[in-house]
């Protein structure tokens, strides 16, 4: 008869409840990693501060208006340094261009 190994556990970089507590808000959708962003009225560029942006970040975003909604060639590139994404986007003469994303590390 075989027996189970003992599965390797992870090194203690904190106390249970904590890890408990984060594994339970990550569950229920609370992300610290999301937000919304408002491209600049006639611009053909915008810079996108967060301190959860980092080399190798993946970000989503979603449009809150039908404005932002008309906006085409939304993109941004790869992130060269922490902190910031520099998002390229089309020339739209509208207030209310808005955005909420997602950022993925």
Do not use: C
């Not at 906006?71 to 003469?93: E, F």
């Amino acid at each position: 008869m075989s027996q189970l190994q003992q599965l390797r556990t992870t090194p203690p970089y904190d106390e249970p409840w904590k890890t408990a507590t984060l594994i339970n808000r990550l569950a229920v959708g609370n992300l610290n990693s999301l937000g919304s962003v408002t491209l600049t009225q006639n611009g053909t560029s915008t810079t996108l501060d967060n301190n959860h942006i980092r080399l190798g970040a993946k970000l989503f975003f979603t449009p809150t208006s039908a404005h932002a909604a008309t906006v085409t060639g939304l993109w941004y590139a790869p992130v060269t340094m922490a902190g910031a994404a520099v998002l390229s986007h089309s020339a739209v003469n509208q207030p209310d261009l808005t955005f909420d994303y997602v950022i993925l590390t």
